[in-house]
């Protein structure tokens, strides 16, 4: 156990001083190529001032990520699968930026675009998983025993979760260091059970994770210097759902991604309530933006955010051992 944790730790420092070298070099080339973030009119007016703010630095993370992963004594199928998930993810989220940043198509990628490459992504995971693991149609109900057998519905079910689960990520990128923070602890989790069930390549995966999201923290917490834009929100998101997938505990993402969830639901009821009634269940979605509207500041919005974030992985612990 003392070996594993050593490890983990080590790993988790290594993706962290990656990032926290390469933040001071990768920021100024941004600003330099004028890779700054165009600031919605419709969002709220104190994000005015981010106008410009460098973005796409989710590519700090998975650089990070890449490097510890496959700098390991031995590679395996898991971790090289991982790697594929998080960075095809990020690749998705890379050209949404790029699109929208010089090509100054405001929308990015077209919607149907994002969808065949999110789907083609999200089928190589499931049926990955469903080839490789003799287990992974059966998952354990969280706080029971009890067992739910997907049997043939497992790859389109896990196919719904994997993209639900990335764009709720991308969703919750929208403060400076909200995404970055929650998913820090959503990792960690990730990292303890992996550990626990002897899964030592996603426990070092999620580890890089950690390392990266603390180290990014450093340049995205308030006032951010740097955005991870769509590049690094999709690709935390690609790596919450293949530590998820490959450790066959999907079920515990609404419960330890909780944050996740609310911001995708809020925004789901808020543009059908809309067109159904003319009218708003929130100031402003997703519901972080809500907050903000009610007078809170950013700061105290995010704070809230990842203190829940930490009481919902208590909770899921409770829930997994």
């Known amino acids: 156990m003392m070996l594993g944790?050593?490890?983990?730790?080590?790993?988790?420092?290594i993706s962290f001083l990656i990032v926290v070298i390469l933040g001071?070099?990768?920021i100024p080339m941004l600003t330099k190529f004028k890779f700054g973030q165009p600031v919605r009119d419709d969002g709220p007016k104190t994000h005015l001032i981010k106008n410009g703010t460098p973005t796409m630095g989710g590519i700090l993370m998975i650089v990070a990520i890449l490097i510890t992963?496959?700098?390991r004594s031995k590679v395996s199928q898991d971790m090289i699968v991982g790697l594929i998930c998080i960075t095809g993810f990020g690749f998705v989220g890379f050209l949404d930026d790029f699109i929208k940043i010089k090509m100054k198509r405001s929308l990015g990628l077209k919607a149907y675009q994002k969808i065949i490459l999110q789907?083609?992504?999200a089928l190589y995971i499931a049926y990955y998983q469903y080839s490789a693991s003799p287990s992974a149609t059966q998952l354990i109900i969280p706080f029971t025993d009890a067992v739910i057998n997907l049997g043939l519905l497992y790859v389109p079910i896990m196919m719904f979760i994997i993209i639900g689960t990335v764009n709720a990520v991308n969703l919750t990128d929208g403060l400076d260091g909200l995404a970055s923070g929650v998913t820090l602890i959503v990792a960690a989790f990730f990292m303890l059970l992996a550990g626990s069930v002897s899964n030592t390549d996603i426990a070092v995966l999620a580890a890089a994770t950690v390392g990266a999201?603390?180290?990014f923290l450093g340049f995205n917490s308030y006032p951010a210097k740097i955005f991870m834009g769509d590049t690094g929100s999709m690709a935390l998101g690609g790596a919450v759902v293949a530590f998820?997938?490959?450790?066959?505990?999907?079920?515990i993402i609404p419960l330890v991604g909780g944050i996740y969830f609310a911001e995708a639901i809020s925004v789901i009821l808020q543009v059908t309530y809309f067109k159904l009634t003319?009218?708003?269940?929130?100031?402003?979605?997703?519901?972080?933006h809500h907050f903000e509207q009610c007078g809170w500041p950013e700061t105290r919005?995010?704070?809230?955010?990842w203190i829940t974030t930490v009481v919902l992985a208590w909770i899921g612990i409770i829930a997994i051992f």
């Open 278 to 288: 003319k009218k708003r269940i929130f100031k402003m979605a997703p519901i972080h």
């Open 24 to 26: 001071p070099i990768f």
């Open 119 to 121: 789907f083609a992504l």
């Open 301 to 305: 919005v995010v704070f809230i955010f």
């Open 213 to 215: 999201c603390l180290g």
């Open 5 to 13: 944790i050593t490890e983990l730790t080590y790993t988790a420092m």
């Open 69 to 71: 992963g496959l700098t």
């Open 244 to 251: 998820a997938v490959l450790t066959n505990s999907v079920l």
